[in-house]
């Protein structure tokens, strides 16, 4: 195990337990204010838990709250390097001695240094712009000149605050590959709301809302069956979270949803999720006559143009519907409308 | 591009400018008018003024390092540390840049001076600093020493802390993250701040007289020298003074290319 986090922070209302394991990357994922940068906060050291450990291959680096002895390794004795957002190259060196800075502070030799920082340059694609200035270097160019520094340190643990978040869309794809072959192998943390990092980059994902953990586990299993609405969300599906009863899941507001039952037969009363694709709804303006399906009533929240489909909200649960069907049936906010889908495309499982 | 039409002013108001400009340079250009361009030479050679020159150039330049030595950290304390009491140290810790120097001569004097709060102790230890060069140097020290503060806080607090957080997380001591990062993203502020401390240090005449007196070659330095001559000799004095405001003018360029360069 390369790290063990566990931490309180009152003030944030944060508290998160998770490990990281040796040559493992973890996605956080979480909505705004879930408690993600505070977690990266308390592994840096840049933020004092009210309670919390964090042990790093072995090394106690805080270790805080009643009881405890208050360790807090400062933030550049913990061998966990940061990228964030933005690049925040420093602006008076260049490329090169930028990404010199951590070899260079860790007491290599200048042309050591140099000659490190050069390779690292190298193998993130921007070699040939290691005498540029910060100011002199696009955004995609200055990160990854960024993602070199941070490795060029050869931390225990590499810390990513949504590395991609401030970026061009046209410089994501390359960039992600980078990331991907870069990170393959290393033990790093990953904070990201892009459900395609999470998938590409990391061996497993938690998730957290409200400042705690609501689902981890491998970060193809979450996103194919998730088990909270944020998961749901990132993955582009509905989710109705009830209790499996007489064959379907039945939510707290009565509504009561058939579908195929995966990974294990359910117990009468046991907690189960049901999530379908917006795209398998049909919406329709009357009651359908006896079919087998799914038939829900829910009421218009809002209409959401998607390309060449639309987007109808109800409530937590959407369906996608081609600007004709939208037209035809005269959708507006407001009005009380019925989502059908069948049962052969919705999803049951346990939530635990 | 063409930059676009500024809103208008109130044409009233480029008459009490204008006013204020005239105010502020007339009166170089009455110096001028009044020097002895004859004698210019001769006059600002002579023993006393260049002795006066020399004393003035040595002691700025040792307040000037005194500043940078306790002011520099001060200013890091006072910009990026929060503790009880911060904001009265601050006004206090500025209190130079608007006390009248002849009060802050007399603070020093009953502070230093032989029957002062630390003289006893002083002259226990053999040092006797009033009417002294170093007398002088902490003059100019105790009020230039606000101008390195207050510039190179500012400095400090808009350049923020973002930088050095990163380079901590690369493994960065503190006192690397300082030498490294800190002082080169904060240097034109530190370098407009120097140069307005040393210009402070080189006008300095009130806590100069007050506590280190006029003593020729020793505490005389060149406003004093030119104050003397005012009354003796007007000529020199005013030669002496076109090379202060000489002096005050390549300050001025230098703090604004310091600026420029943020």
Not at chain 1, 112 to 127: F, I, K, M, Y
Not at chain 2, 75 to 97: D, M, Q, W, Y
């Amino acid at each position: 195990m390369t790290l063990e986090l566990a931490c309180d922070v009152a003030e944030r209302d944060v508290g998160v337990a998770f490990e990281v394991a040796t040559g493992e990357t973890l996605a956080v994922l979480g909505p705004n204010g879930s408690g993600k940068s505070t977690v990266l906060g308390v592994a840096a050291g840049l933020v004092a838990p009210d309670t919390g450990r964090v042990v790093l291959e072995g090394r106690v680096l805080t270790d805080v709250g009643p009881g405890r002895p208050g360790l807090l390794v400062p933030p550049h004795d913990r061998r966990t390097a940061l990228l964030g957002q933005d690049p925040l190259l420093f602006p008076h060196l260049d490329a090169l001695e930028n990404v010199a800075f951590g070899p260079r502070s860790a007491g290599a030799g200048r042309s050591a240094a140099r000659r490190s920082a050069q390779r690292w340059l190298d193998e993130v694609g921007v070699g040939e712009l290691a005498h540029r200035r910060p100011a002199q270097l696009s955004g995609g160019q200055a990160q990854r000149v960024a993602v070199a520094r941070a490795l060029a340190a050869a931390p225990a643990l590499l810390l990513l605050d949504e590395p991609m978040s401030a970026l061009d869309v046209a410089v994501l794809p390359a960039l992600r590959q980078t990331l991907r072959r870069v990170l393959a192998g290393r033990s790093a943390v990953l904070v990201t709301h892009d459900p395609l990092d999470a998938l590409l980059l990391a061996d497993r994902v938690v998730v957290l809302s409200e400042g705690r953990v609501v689902e981890q586990g491998v970060a193809t299993e979450v996103l194919s069956r998730p088990r909270s609405p944020f998961a749901a969300r990132l993955a582009g599906l509905n989710l109705v979270s009830g209790t499996w009863r007489d064959g379907c899941v039945e939510a707290p507001d009565g509504l009561r949803v058939h579908g195929q039952v995966e990974g294990g037969p359910l117990a009468q009363g046991e907690a189960a999720i049901a999530t379908f694709r917006p795209a398998a709804v049909a919406v329709y303006r009357d009651p359908v006559e006896g079919s087998p399906r799914n038939e829900l009533t829910v009421t218009v929240s809002e209409l959401e143009p998607l390309a060449d489909l639309v987007r109808v909200h109800a409530g937590p649960l959407h369906a996608d519907v081609t600007v004709q069907a939208a037209a035809e049936l005269e959708l507006a906010a407001g009005q009380v409308v019925r989502f059908v889908v069948k049962a052969t495309e919705v999803s049951v499982y346990s939530r635990s | 591009m063409t930059a676009p039409r500024p809103v208008d002013l109130p044409r009233w108001v480029y008459v009490p400018a204008l006013a204020g400009a005239t105010f502020v340079l007339l009166p170089l250009v009455a110096i001028l008018a009044k020097v002895d361009w004859a004698n210019f030479g001769a006059l600002i050679t002579s023993e006393d003024s260049r002795t006066a020159f020399w004393l003035s150039l040595k002691t700025s330049t040792a307040s000037t390092v005194l500043c940078l030595v306790f002011g520099v950290p001060l200013a890091l304390v006072l910009a990026r540390r929060e503790f009880p009491g911060l904001s009265v140290l601050r006004s206090l810790v500025l209190l130079p840049l608007v006390l009248p120097p002849v009060v802050g001569g007399l603070a020093l004097l009953y502070t230093f001076g032989r029957r002062g709060l630390l003289g006893g102790a002083m002259e226990v230890l053999g040092v006797q600093v009033a009417f002294s060069t170093i007398a002088v140097v902490m003059a100019q020290t105790f009020v230039a020493m606000p101008f390195l503060v207050v510039s190179l806080e500012g400095a400090l607090r808009t350049a923020g802390q973002r930088y050095e957080v990163v380079a901590a997380s690369l493994g960065a001591g503190p006192t690397t993250v300082f030498r490294r990062i800190t002082i080169p993203l904060v240097l034109p502020g530190l370098v407009s701040g120097t140069v307005l401390s040393f210009a402070r240090a080189l006008g300095e005449f009130g806590a100069t007289i007050t506590f280190a007196g006029s003593l020729q070659g020793r505490t005389r330095t060149l406003p004093l020298e030119i104050y003397l001559q005012r009354e003796t000799d007007p000529d020199a004095a005013v030669a002496l003074s076109l090379v202060l405001v000489v002096v005050a003018v390549l300050v001025i360029g230098f703090a604004r290319q310091g600026r420029g360069a943020l």
